[in-house]
């Protein structure tokens, strides 16, 4: 079941596909009924391919859109690293307790 907490995950070759037909002329309402996609997918879809030829959403980031993910990212990696780095600091504390 499709869902915010399961969305669904297809494939470029798939994607592709879809857009070939829409791009062919078939109605947009015929090519989402027979996939059972949504219309915001097939405009992303077809957008990202007529953009840069990818529907990857990191295909389709401007410099700008890429800042803030990649310093997400840097600051997901620097929070990991500093759980480490506690983690082995208290340890021997800890070990001392046990003692």
């Known amino acids: ?3 915010p907490k399961h969305p669904r995950h297809y ?14 002329g078939k109605p947009s309402r015929e090519v989402r009924a027979g996939h059972d996609i949504a219309q915001s ?11 840069s030829g990818s ?12 800042e803030p993910v ?16 506690v983690s082995e600091q208290a340890a021997p504390v800890f070990a001392r307790r046990q003692a």
């Not at 494939?11 to 062919?24: D, H, L």
């Not at 997918?41 to 953009?51: E, N, S």
């Open 1 to 3: 079941m499709a869902g």
């Open 11 to 24: 494939g470029e070759a798939f994607k592709w596909q879809i857009v070939q037909s829409y791009e062919s």
């Open 41 to 51: 997918t097939l405009q992303r879809w077809v957008q990202g391919i007529r953009d």
């Open 55 to 66: 529907t990857r959403a990191a295909d389709n980031r401007t410099s700008e859109q890429d």
């Open 70 to 85: 990649e310093l997400r990212r840097c600051d997901r990696r620097l929070e990991v690293e500093v759980e480490v780095d």
